[in-house]
């Protein structure tokens, strides 16, 4: 079965802190698909990445980096000199190959304070 | 270019009664997907339209829940009659349909659905 799981259920930092957000999954498929979406207050989900399990290398966008690590099933999530913008809750979510689908780790609730 | 739309963006019921909840993808997009969210636990699929076609609806927790996309364009879900386990944020999504892969998708701001 294919599962996501986000240990993390809230991390609180203090601005300037570097923080990571950590996303395991499970799944049996050689093709897949994973994503981090971010959802702040506002309540809509804001699309971040796409990686395929294809391609293993390290990505960053500004002070966000990814790292994917197939030997760990791992897709985590860091934020350099976090601020308070970036309070949201960030899922981690799979694609089933098959069905494009998405699956969703729980969340991780990050709060950023001043 | 506008993005998924949904509305309403707040519904409040009571048990027994009927709410309809509509979702307009990205002008283009042929996907459209439904999620839930209920307090505290991750988004679930519910169901998968390709153009006005039931692709997938494997999520659909019973039959008191029903999703349409005539025309292919917006879609609607209705749920008759609601429990208060239906309480959550219902989510849609849309993506393009590129060359077999996955391509992003796109999600809604939900509406957040309260059965009293």
């Known amino acids: 079965a294919q599962k996501v799981t986000q240990a993390q259920t809230e991390i609180s930092v203090v601005e300037k802190e570097d923080v990571t957000l950590d996303c395991v999954y499970e799944?049996?498929?050689?093709?897949?698909?994973l994503f981090w979406y971010k959802q702040p207050p506002s309540g809509e989900l804001v699309f971040l990445i796409r990686?395929?399990?294809?391609?293993?290398q390290n990505e960053i966008s500004g002070r966000y980096s990814w790292n994917f690590q197939k030997s760990t099933s791992s897709f985590n999530f860091t934020i350099t000199a976090s601020q308070v913008v970036d309070s949201a809750v960030y899922f981690c979510?799979?694609?089933?190959?098959?069905?494009?689908?998405?699956?969703f780790g729980t969340g991780t609730r990050l709060q950023v304070f001043p | 270019e506008a993005g998924v739309t949904q509305f309403p963006s707040h519904s409040v019921i009571e048990k027994g009664q009927t709410v309809t909840l509509r979702c307009d993808p990205i002008?283009?997009?042929?996907?459209l997907y439904w999620y839930r969210r209920v307090m505290g636990k991750e988004i679930k699929f519910l169901l998968h339209?390709?153009?006005?076609?039931?692709?997938?609806e494997s999520g659909m927790p019973n039959n008191r829940f029903l999703a349409e996309r005539t025309g292919g364009t917006y879609s609607t879900l209705k749920v008759q009659p609601a429990e208060l386990e239906d309480s959550g944020v219902y989510f849609c999504?849309?993506?393009?349909?590129?060359?077999?892969?996955?391509?992003?998708?796109?999600f809604g701001p939900g509406t957040r659905l309260t059965v009293l």
């Open positions: 999504a849309s993506s393009r349909i590129e060359g077999g892969a996955a391509d992003t998708q796109y």
């Open positions: 799944t049996r498929d050689t093709t897949y698909y």
């Open positions: 990686r395929n399990s294809f391609d293993e």
């Open positions: 979510a799979l694609n089933d190959y098959n069905t494009d689908k998405l699956i």
């Open positions: 002008s283009g997009h042929d996907n």
């Open positions: 339209f390709v153009k006005e076609s039931k692709q997938d």
